[in-house]
């Protein structure tokens, strides 16, 4: 049975308390967007479970919060940045205080996500595909075409709205505590318009500080010059914060896409399918994100730990889709 508002999950609730992420077909000749389930999650796992020491870590993490005056919106905020966090308390904090931080300095509050949802929509001209299966634990990898146009987003309000939209987007994964340990591939096709001023920028905050696992980071059909001189520059500026996410990064040719995704035919014809494009603006993604963003909100408000005190006030992180 599926939990209400009024409901309350703990860390060791089974998996029956929750809703379901499995959203109804989108029809055929479409890229099929209702994959970010629990497929392939780890068994070990229930939805909304904590280890004793990642219980402990979001304890910690709380209490230095309190202690920092560090606005704090949720007791499921913060397990889902110490699980991106690696179960350690200080870079934990170190993010929080950074997701924080770039909340202010790009002034989030002051933009609307759906606002800003569709502001991409139109500068990218549809670039984000779709949502479908990785081949890798039944992940989802969010599907990106040559139409992204990143230099269009170089000024400082459009590139407070990309990544608000960005953040919508990547975030709507994170439904339960399984889905934030599966984390996220991106699978991008190649363009001839970039920037690597606002792509280093942006790769720096959606790999280090937003609170969402980049498991692989796909660069498809990248020409000689972008593998010899551009990659080269992106990867080393993001080696400088996290040479993990730096080797995450890897360039594959068309034909190779179809080995990393779990139904090869459900990519669209440009990064090597036959199946149309769902873009950001098509009602059945639009739908999914915001049931996804649904259910996170459920958990904001209801998932608890003993010992952390955080009265929910109706306000949820600027990020957060508002559809309750």
């Known amino acids: 049975s599926s939990y209400d ?22 029809g055929s000749g479409d890229c099929e967007t209702n994959i970010i389930n629990d497929t392939g999650a780890n068994e070990n796992f229930k939805p909304f479970e904590l280890l004793p020491e990642e219980a402990e870590a979001v304890s910690k993490l709380y209490k230095a919060a309190l202690a920092e005056n560090i606005r704090v919106y949720s007791t499921f905020e913060l397990a889902e940045i110490v699980l991106v966090s690696h179960c350690n308390s200080k870079e934990a904090l170190r993010r929080l205080k950074k997701i924080r931080a770039v909340e202010d300095e ?19 001209a549809g670039a984000f595909v779709a949502y479908i299966e990785s081949a890798t634990e039944g992940r989802p990898i969010l599907l990106i075409d040559s139409h992204l146009h990143i230099h269009m987003y170089k000024s400082p309000e459009n590139f407070a709205k990309f990544e608000l939209a960005w953040l919508t987007g990547s975030m709507a994964i994170n439904s339960n505590l399984n889905n934030v340990r599966r984390g996220l591939e991106i699978m991008l096709k190649s363009g001839s318009q970039s920037s690597i001023q606002v792509m280093l920028r942006h790769m720096n905050l959606a790999c280090g500080i937003y609170p969402v696992k ?14 010899t001189y551009i990659l080269p520059i992106i990867k080393g ?82 990020h957060e889709w508002g559809v309750i």
């Open 5 to 26: 508002s009024d409901s309350t999950i703990t860390s060791n609730s089974s998996s029956s308390d929750y809703d379901s992420d499995v959203m109804s077909p989108n």
């Open 106 to 124: 790009l002034g989030f509050k002051d933009l609307d996500a759906e606002e800003c949802w569709d502001f991409v929509n139109k500068i990218s």
């Open 214 to 227: 980049m498991k692989k980071f796909y660069i498809v059909d990248a020409s000689y010059f972008q593998r």
């Open 237 to 318: 500026g993001i080696s400088l914060f996290n040479q993990k996410l730096s080797d995450r990064i890897e360039v594959i040719p068309l034909e190779n896409t179809k080995k990393v995704v779990r139904d090869p035919d459900n990519l669209p014809p440009e990064l090597g399918g036959t199946k149309g494009r769902v873009t950001m603006k098509k009602p059945s993604f639009v739908s999914h994100i915001k049931e996804l963003h649904r259910l996170r909100q459920q958990a904001h408000r209801t998932f608890t730990l003993e010992g952390i005190d955080i009265p929910f006030k109706g306000e949820f992180s600027p």
